[in-house]
């Protein structure tokens, strides 16, 4: 697991750097009234968001299941029959 979420942490890197040198590349877009590249670069801009907050949510599952050690259920189960 531990291997898993080292990989998914150097992913979510690359993808904010990603996602910052595009977000600067539509600001210098607009700065310079390119409107049809702006309109594209927010669209990467978007799709880099969406890859951030799935690798934001694979690793939230990887923490959650680091914490409770795999238990499928937080409820004892009962000892015999009633």
Request: charged content about 30%; overall charge negative; hydrophobic content about 35%.
């Given at each position: 697991m531990?291997?898993?979420?080292k990989?998914?942490?150097?992913q979510?890197?690359?993808?904010e750097?990603?996602?910052?040198?595009?977000q600067?590349m539509?600001?210098d877009?607009?700065?310079?009234?390119?409107?049809?590249?702006?309109?594209?670069?927010?669209?990467?801009v978007?799709?880099l968001?969406r890859?951030?907050?799935?690798?934001?949510?694979?690793?939230?599952?990887?923490d959650?299941?680091?914490?409770?050690?795999?238990?499928a259920s937080?409820?004892?189960?009962?000892s015999?029959?009633?």
């Amino acid at each position: 697991m531990e291997a898993e979420e080292k990989q998914l942490r150097e992913q979510l890197i690359v993808l904010e750097e990603q996602k910052f040198m595009v977000q600067e590349m539509v600001n210098d877009a607009k700065k310079k009234r390119h409107f049809d590249e702006v309109t594209s670069l927010q669209g990467n801009v978007a799709d880099l968001s969406r890859e951030i907050d799935g690798i934001n949510s694979q690793l939230s599952q990887l923490d959650f299941a680091g914490v409770y050690g795999g238990i499928a259920s937080p409820r004892p189960e009962a000892s015999g029959a009633g």
